[in-house]
């Protein structure tokens, strides 16, 4: 069986995942600090601040982390993510963005993005068939 042609695709993180990893954050960073407030037994004036103080932490470091766009590549043989290579695998697939998550063959941190592409709908299909066709017989060979 052929493998998947070649595909290149830009994508960025889909919005409502970002929305749904934020909110869950955000409650946990206000649960853990409202957490300690009572622990120490502080005024209810000092909770609200080590709240808030907790939920802008959150949202710095959120923005911090945010990526543009990733261009997610197959060649025939090999995955590169922004032109590095590793292996891509789809965690969950909802139709209108995909999990990804890439672990890099130089041993370094795996990278995670809810996938939807910049385009539109149209590389959806080839990144698709890439993703989920057989490997290529080099790379079955290697692992």
Same mark, same amino acid.
């Given at each position: 069986?052929?493998?998947?042609?070649?595909?290149?695709?830009?994508?960025?993180?889909?919005?409502?995942?970002?929305?749904? =990893?934020?909110?869950?954050?955000? #409650? @946990? *960073?206000?649960? &853990?600090? $409202?957490?300690?407030? +009572?622990?120490?037994?502080? !005024?209810?004036? =000092?909770?609200?601040?080590?709240? #808030? @103080? *907790?939920?802008? &932490?959150? $949202?710095?470091?959120? +923005?911090?982390?945010?990526? !543009?766009?990733?261009?997610?590549?197959?060649?025939?043989?090999?995955?590169?993510?922004?032109?590095?290579?590793?292996?891509?695998?789809?965690?969950?697939?909802?139709?209108?963005?995909?999990?990804?998550?890439?672990?890099?063959?130089?041993?370094?941190?795996?990278?995670?993005?809810?996938?939807?592409?910049?385009?539109?709908?149209?590389?959806?299909?080839?990144?698709?068939?890439?993703?989920?066709?057989?490997?290529?017989?080099?790379?079955?060979?290697?692992?």
């Amino acid at each position: 069986m052929r493998s998947a042609p070649p595909v290149a695709v830009d994508c960025r993180s889909h919005r409502g995942w970002e929305a749904a =990893v934020w909110t869950v954050r955000m #409650l @946990a *960073a206000g649960v &853990a600090a $409202e957490w300690v407030v +009572r622990w120490l037994t502080a !005024a209810p004036l =000092v909770s609200v601040g080590v709240v #808030l @103080a *907790a939920c802008a &932490a959150v $949202e710095i470091g959120r +923005r911090r982390a945010r990526v !543009a766009s990733v261009r997610v590549a197959w060649d025939g043989e090999r995955w590169t993510w922004d032109e590095r290579p590793g292996a891509v695998t789809v965690v969950l697939d909802l139709g209108i963005c995909m999990l990804l998550r890439f672990d890099p063959t130089d041993h370094g941190r795996s990278r995670w993005l809810a996938a939807q592409p910049v385009d539109g709908v149209a590389p959806v299909h080839a990144l698709r068939a890439a993703l989920f066709g057989p490997p290529s017989r080099t790379t079955v060979g290697a692992r």
